[in-house]
């Protein structure tokens, strides 16, 4: 790509950045932030949460239509109807389990890092290699380079 070298754009999980910031301080602002995320999302636990009340809301299903003795078609039908409702009660559990802050009392504040924009992919073709990091950012936020 032609602005693979700009000292204002990096790549990172496979995408292309771009900030008014050096490379080096914005890409490594961001892993810093990235890391707090998926620590963050580790104490969280949701799929844990949701995937119990999933599982509750079938069985509860289940019960419900087997001890109304009703016909197996019918409540087999509503098992989707148990699943989502037995994820969304889960989830609403969860989070009023969760702290109310967003985040787990151990952790430290979640880094902050520069301005970025995300470079699609026919911007970063398409720009010369001398653009200044506002034009790529301009052109970034329009969707193409003119």
Same mark, same amino acid.
């Given at each position: 790509?032609?602005?693979?070298? %700009? /000292?204002?754009? $990096?790549?990172?999980?496979?995408?292309?950045?771009?900030?008014?910031?050096?490379?080096?301080?914005?890409?490594?602002?961001?892993?810093?932030?990235?890391?707090?995320?998926?620590?963050?999302?580790?104490?969280? @636990?949701?799929?844990? !949460?949701?995937?119990?009340?999933?599982?509750?809301?079938?069985?509860?299903?289940?019960?419900?239509?087997?001890?109304?003795?009703?016909?197996?078609?019918?409540?087999?039908?509503?098992?989707?109807?148990?699943?989502? *409702?037995?994820?969304?009660?889960?989830?609403?559990?969860?989070?009023?389990?969760?702290?109310?802050?967003?985040? %787990?009392?151990?952790?430290?504040? @979640?880094?902050? &890092? *520069?301005?970025?924009?995300?470079?699609?992919? @026919?911007?970063?073709?398409?720009? /010369?290699?001398?653009? &200044? !990091? *506002?034009?790529?950012?301009?052109?970034?936020?329009?969707? $193409? *380079?003119?």
């Amino acid at each position: 790509m032609a602005i693979d070298n %700009h /000292p204002n754009v $990096f790549r990172f999980e496979g995408r292309t950045w771009v900030s008014q910031a050096p490379r080096d301080e914005a890409l490594e602002q961001f892993r810093a932030q990235r890391a707090w995320d998926a620590a963050n999302a580790k104490l969280q @636990r949701w799929w844990v !949460a949701i995937t119990i009340g999933a599982v509750l809301g079938v069985a509860a299903t289940l019960a419900l239509g087997t001890a109304a003795e009703a016909d197996p078609t019918g409540y087999l039908l509503l098992l989707p109807l148990g699943f989502g *409702v037995g994820a969304i009660l889960g989830a609403l559990v969860n989070k009023r389990f969760n702290a109310p802050e967003g985040q %787990h009392e151990s952790l430290p504040d @979640r880094p902050t &890092t *520069v301005p970025l924009t995300q470079v699609p992919s @026919r911007v970063a073709k398409a720009a /010369p290699p001398h653009a &200044t !990091a *506002v034009e790529i950012i301009e052109w970034s936020n329009r969707g $193409f *380079v003119g």
